[in-house]
């Protein structure tokens, strides 16, 4: 592959990170806890979407797959977002509903890897939180035949367009709604100089509690 370019001076580029370092006497039992520090830090960098998420699946013949999707709200200590359920990612968490998520923060410095289980939410938040979005996004979720192939995406704008033009209320499709990520592992990652990184994993033991343990860089 020709790298010459724009593409070289990016591979070619280095950056020490210069994070806080991260003492266990002064981290939280909880990893849900320190998670929404350093959420609140992030959003405090004024960085776009801070709570993009990279979504990691497995298919059935165990090839893996990610995506970025939104966080939308974190309840009784798991991770949720909204999606089609007929989409790749659906089919595959209806297969393996085992998921990671990554977040990273690059103006902190930061990443959080989250490992868990993936359930749908109830009916009634699903509908509750389609109401909630804006018109646009009900159409094209009712619309959209997520990760489907199609033939003529001017034909699926015009659906959209004329299913607008109705103004009348929609219902959320069954096909579409919540899932939360119930997580039995987090790591929090903070770039320190000369890679010699901070690493501090939690590992769900049950009920409420987390084992905590330092990983090498």
Not at 4 to 20: F, I, K, S, V
Not at 25 to 37: G, I, K, M, Y
Request: with cysteine; hydrophobic share 35%.
């Amino acid at each position: 592959m020709n790298t010459e370019g724009p593409l070289r001076e990016a591979l070619q580029q280095r950056r020490d990170y210069q994070g806080y370092p991260l003492r266990e006497a002064e981290l939280p039992s909880d990893p849900l806890v320190l998670f929404e520090q350093w959420f609140a830090d992030a959003v405090a960098t004024g960085m776009e979407e801070p709570h993009a998420m990279t979504l990691a699946t497995c298919s059935v013949d165990f090839k893996p797959s990610c995506r970025v999707v939104l966080l939308k709200d974190v309840e009784d200590g798991a991770f949720v977002f909204y999606t089609n359920y007929e989409s790749r990612k659906g089919k595959e968490l209806l297969w393996n509903p085992y998921a990671a998520l990554l977040f990273y923060w690059p103006p902190l410095s930061r990443q959080v890897r989250i490992e868990g289980r993936a359930e749908k939410l109830e009916a009634e938040t699903s509908d509750a939180y389609f109401a909630s979005r804006p018109t646009g996004s009900q159409v094209a979720a009712v619309v959209s035949p997520q990760s489907a192939v199609i033939d003529d995406l001017e034909a699926l704008r015009e659906r959209c367009r004329q299913l607008e033009a109705r103004q009348k209320p929609l219902s959320r499709p069954s096909y579409w709604g919540g899932y939360r990520i119930i997580p039995y592992q987090i790591e929090f990652w903070q770039g320190q100089p000369n890679r010699l990184h901070d690493r501090i994993r939690y590992v769900h033991q049950g009920n409420a509690l987390w084992k905590r343990e330092r990983l090498a860089p």
